[in-house]
């Protein structure tokens, strides 16, 4: 079977995943793009033979569109995950699920009504190799519990249209699910310390700025984010358990060894970095399409990643405070 995608949002992570769907992936091809500008799915339907779209509704009623892709901005995706839902038609969303935990709320409801999981959230480190070795580490369990995890997420620069709010929202929404998901722990505590500021920040950003975050069972969790570096994308992760540490691998082959030392290519953007996470996730995404089941990140883990997000946002707008993570009962269909 060759799984029928349809694109919603034609910006550079759309079309990025385009690119990898024609060029790099088996099993699938896009048949249509949408996008607010029309003339931007116009744009992507042209390269790949298919139709376009002014509008995610209209794509996700075509007939033949079997499964959606959707990478438009995190604060319209919940109309568009809860009508793919409510055609039965699996949905690989990029992150966030949603901007609230309240939409959240709704696109489960929408998938428990449905009956069957069919959402999928892009959160792609879940399938680069660094974190799996890490989290194979902490699974096996020679090394004693996890104490405490260290992550830096470093950015060269960032837009100007980037803001505070985005720290967390847009960046930091990384590690926290990958917390999540490496510890086997729901993140109950969170608070926002912050630093001193960088000068590389354009008027209005408030950075860097540290996440503390804290689990069920009290495993401290740290999140830097950085975004005005300069020099490259840099993200690190120290796993501290009772009887060792355990780092995420260097990811850049060292090109230069002379009297200076050793020196390493830096990525340059999230690209570079997890082109081979994006690779797989969408792979095994449309793998999973064609057999009819799911996999990946489910909604219930959307959910709960936005309500640490919410509680973070809350923290960095009260200076700092420690907020709880409110999350309701896990219902029984994410088990």
């Given at each position: ?24 992936l ?19 339907a ?38 793919a ?11 966030p ?30 399938f ?51 917390m ?36 069920e ?15 490259g ?67 219930w ?17 009260e ?17």
């Amino acid at each position: 079977m060759t799984v029928r995608i349809g694109l919603i949002g034609c910006g550079g992570m759309g079309r990025a995943h385009v690119d990898r769907i024609v060029n790099d992936l088996a099993g699938a091809k896009v048949v249509a793009a949408a996008d607010l500008n029309l003339q931007a799915a116009e744009e992507v339907a042209a390269q790949v033979g298919g139709k376009a779209y002014g509008s995610g509704a209209e794509l996700i009623a075509a007939p033949d569109v079997d499964a959606v892709l959707i990478a438009t901005f995190g604060k319209v995706h919940a109309p568009d995950v809860i009508a793919a839902v409510e055609a039965g038609k699996y949905v690989l969303c990029e992150k966030p699920l949603a901007t609230t935990a309240e939409d959240c709320k709704k696109i489960m409801q929408a998938e428990e009504k449905a009956g069957k999981k069919l959402v999928t959230v892009g959160f792609m480190r879940r399938f680069d190799q660094g974190y799996n070795q890490l989290k194979d580490a902490i699974a096996e369990g020679g090394y004693g519990p996890v104490l405490m995890v260290h992550n830096r997420h470093r950015n060269p620069t960032v837009p100007d249209n980037y803001t505070s709010r985005m720290l967390i929202d847009d960046t930091a929404i990384h590690e926290i699910d990958t917390m999540r998901w490496m510890t086997g722990e729901e993140i109950k505590a969170v608070r926002v310390d912050p630093v001193r500021q960088t000068s590389r920040a354009h008027d209005g950003l408030e950075e860097p700025i540290v996440l503390v975050m804290y689990t069920e069972s009290g495993i401290r969790l740290d999140d830097e984010v950085n975004v005005n570096l300069g020099w490259g994308y840099s993200i690190e992760c120290e796993v501290v358990m009772e009887s060792a540490a355990a780092r995420l691998g260097d990811q850049e082959k060292t090109v230069i060894r002379d009297a200076s030392g050793n020196r390493n290519a830096i990525c340059k953007s999230h690209i570079d970095r997890f082109k081979a996470a994006f690779d797989t996730e969408v792979q095994s995404w449309i793998n999973a399409v064609a057999e009819d089941r799911h996999t990946g990140s489910t909604a219930w883990d959307g959910y709960a990643a936005t309500s640490v997000v919410d509680a973070a946002l809350r923290s960095q707008e009260e200076g700092g405070k420690q907020i709880a993570v409110e999350l309701i009962e896990k219902p029984a269909f994410y088990n």
